[in-house]
């Protein structure tokens, strides 16, 4: 026996819209934004835009998890996960 409940996904499971979540790595790219000019609010452009680049990474990881939460994680099957196979405790 393989030790695994049956209907039991184990793996990456992959999305198209994990992708999004790319879009705040962008921020890593410092020479991007490494600039004085503009100013914003008197704050360089170097702070102003990281602190924008917040409101951009939580608006991707929202918009992943409101396109991707009612998605099956395999499809054409039904899921055959009972409340008890979800626990993460191994009680058997």
Not at 9 to 32: A, D, E, K, Y
Not at 75 to 92: I, Q, T, V, W
Request: charged letters at 20%; hydrophobic letters at 50%; proline letters at 9%.
């Amino acid at each position: 026996m393989s030790g695994k409940a049956p209907g039991k996904v184990t793996g990456l499971q992959f999305s198209p819209w994990n992708l999004v979540l790319l879009i705040p790595l962008l921020m890593l790219v410092t020479p991007w934004f490494n600039f004085d000019k503009p100013r914003f609010l008197g704050l360089p452009f170097f702070y102003w835009f990281q602190f924008v680049f917040v409101f951009v990474g939580v608006a991707s990881v929202a918009l992943v998890y409101v396109m991707t939460k009612d998605a099956p994680v395999v499809k054409g099957k039904p899921d055959r996960l009972a409340m008890e196979e979800l626990d993460e405790g191994n009680e058997r």
